[in-house]
């Protein structure tokens, strides 16, 4: 069973999705955590926390050079 790891972390839901897609497009799954929270609460994002995109641990080399 492979473990989830962060990829990256982002401020906005936007630049989180748009990484989503990328890596979707690619056949990499991934999952945003805390987008309900900087959503629901954007001036408190950096008390909060940011927006995490997930993978799985073997997808997280082919991730990183997708999105570098």
Do not use: W
Request: hydrophobic fraction near 45%; glycine fraction near 6%.
């Amino acid at each position: 069973m492979d473990n989830l790891v962060t990829l990256k972390e982002y401020l906005t839901s936007f630049e989180a999705h748009l990484i989503k897609e990328q890596l979707g497009h690619e056949g990499i799954q991934c999952i945003l955590k805390n987008e309900g929270v900087v959503n629901t609460h954007p001036l408190f994002s950096d008390a909060m926390g940011q927006i995490d995109i997930i993978v799985l641990e073997k997808d997280l080399a082919r991730a990183k050079e997708i999105i570098e």
